[in-house]
């Protein structure tokens, strides 16, 4: 698959007049609980020549380029990539230190060598703890649950809890956030829900877990409550910025 994936970069370079500074997995597969039958998410980074920059019309600044069962591909202009980063976009975080990288440059390891100066803790938290409501809303809703649903509440919480901590990005792989941050007492409920999901396309749904609903619920009181203390300060960094943005036209 990464052959394939290989190619299809090679072809949006040259039909799209760009060049890619770094692409990685994104999603499941990066975050290391994959299923069996997960697609995989491909995000890249692209910078166009620097006529593109100067036109008086605006442009797209992203490429969609394919969507199906198998691939999700779509990139981010370095232009709305920097701005993002400006604002602390926890996506660009992700990217940057995706463990499954397709492609990168010398110029994006620069850039990422000294990313962490952008991140805006209270930013970081704020995006993880909305993230982990808006999944608890929407998938533990009822008396019986989808099983692998837990992870996509679970994960930004303990992103939350690492950023309260260390303030600093949290790692994307799952499974070092569940090493540092969660409670001893449910690492082997989280660990077996790990290995059905990685072993088999369909997990299932049935009861909800007891146990973990009421660890989910605890963490979100506290991360709120937690929240107010967190850093939301920093110096302009827009010069900084343009000067990275010169530098790779």
């Keep these: 698959m990464r052959e394939a994936i290989l190619e299809k970069l090679d072809e949006i370079e040259k039909r799209e007049n760009i060049r890619i500074l770094h692409c990685v997995e994104s999603g499941s597969r990066a975050w290391g609980f994959a299923s069996p039958d997960s697609d995989y998410d491909v995000r890249f980074i692209y910078v166009r020549p620097k006529e593109f920059y100067l036109r008086l019309d605006k442009t797209r600044d992203v490429i969609e380029w394919q969507l199906d069962d198998t691939l999700d591909i779509n990139g981010w202009d370095i232009r709305k990539s920097l701005i993002l980063l400006n604002k602390s976009n926890p996506t660009l975080f992700e990217w940057c230190f995706s463990p499954i990288v397709y492609k990168t440059t010398d110029e994006w390891q620069k850039l990422s060598g000294m990313i962490n100066r952008f991140f805006v803790p209270r930013s970081g938290v704020n995006h993880y703890l909305s993230t982990a409501k808006s999944n608890y809303r929407v998938y533990l809703n009822g008396e019986t649950v989808i099983f692998k649903k837990y992870f996509y509440i679970l994960r930004p919480i303990l992103a939350c809890k690492w950023i309260l901590a260390e ?68 110096t302009d960094v827009w010069n900084e910025l343009n000067g990275i943005f010169l530098s790779l036209l």
């Design 167 to 234: 303030g600093t990005p949290p790692p994307v792989l799952f499974r070092t956030l569940v090493d540092k941050y969660l409670d001893e007492e449910l690492k082997p409920e989280v660990e077996k829900l790990l290995e059905m999901k990685t072993k088999t396309p369909e997990m299932g749904e049935g009861k909800r877990l007891e146990r973990l609903d009421g660890y989910l619920d605890r963490s979100i009181r506290e991360i709120e409550e937690s929240i107010l203390g967190v850093d939301a300060e920093r």
